[in-house]
């Protein structure tokens, strides 16, 4: 049996996402979500709240990359390929307290985002328990330690939030090792958490929240998709073209909404190499083209 971590919600014009209860004792151990099919290709973030950091660990991106694989949820994003991928997942990690505070945004964002493209209330009706979480969020307080970690799903197509979830550990309910331990210890493994109290908890908060999005996946379904990178791809906001495919790479011009650009076909991660009207080479974000 899946633990239930959360459902999203709509309810005066904002979707709320339940907290997801943390591992109690005599409680079976979380199990991951599984799929029959993709719900679609992910391109993994790390968000600016990177508590992972905090507690002296790696990146969570290959633990994520993990779950995708094993459940069968999501496929990962081929940066050699020229398909945008369906969404972009920022991974976030913290206190309770700091990753609550990253949810509230994105419960926010997501609920414009439905709002303004129609679909809440029909997709609602069909979330077991829509409109009965308001005010339950952020209720796990106390002073023993948590772990917490929070997803945001954005599509391309927009930079919309279109999903969210949170997961929150007090103590671990997952085995990680021994012939038994399986896809947690596998999970565990590719980012390097395991045989780490922090680590082993913050995977175990990770499938929470993941098992949280898989739970809303007809909300994702429904988000527009980015339109593959073609000559004559147009800017969609002010921005800049950078000399390589980081977000702090030195810029190399200033780009004005409505540019027209041509990519050349090179593409690393979330940014694509393209040309303008003059010639002039730089990255730009996917993010920021229609």
Do not use: H
């Amino acid at each position: 049996m899946i633990r239930k971590a959360g459902v999203a919600a709509l309810a005066a014009g904002a979707i709320a996402w339940a907290p997801s209860a943390a591992a109690k004792d005599k409680e079976p151990p979380v199990e991951l979500a599984r799929c029959t099919e993709s719900i679609g290709s992910i391109a993994l973030v790390e968000g600016d709240q990177a508590g992972w950091n905090t507690w002296g660990l790696g990146s969570p991106r290959a633990l994520l990359g993990a779950l995708a694989t094993e459940s069968g949820c999501f496929t990962l994003d081929n940066p050699n390929d020229t398909a945008p991928a369906r969404f972009l997942v920022t991974l976030i990690a913290g206190s309770q307290e700091e990753v609550d505070k990253g949810m509230e945004l994105a419960k926010g964002a997501a609920a414009e985002a439905l709002v303004r493209s129609g679909a809440a209330s029909g997709l609602l009706r069909g979330v077991p328990g829509a409109g009965a979480v308001l005010g339950m969020f952020g209720g796990l307080g106390g002073k023993k330690k948590t772990v917490a970690a929070g997803l945001r799903v954005v599509s391309p197509a927009n930079g919309m939030t279109v999903a969210a979830g949170q997961g929150v550990v007090k103590k671990s309910s997952l085995s990680f090792g021994g012939a038994g331990a399986g896809w947690a210890s596998t999970a565990a493994g590719a980012s390097g958490y395991q045989g780490s109290k922090d680590g082993e908890m913050l995977t175990e908060a990770f499938v929470i929240a993941f098992n949280d999005l898989v739970a809303q996946r007809d909300l994702m379904a429904a988000a527009p998709e980015a339109a593959s990178a073609a000559p004559g791809a147009v800017v969609a906001v002010d921005t800049v073209m950078r000399a390589a495919a980081t977000a702090d790479a030195p810029s190399v011009r200033s780009l004005r909404a409505g540019t027209e650009l041509d990519p050349t076909g090179n593409r690393e991660g979330l940014f694509l190499e393209v040309t303008d009207n003059f010639g002039t080479v730089g990255w730009v974000s996917v993010e920021d083209l229609k």
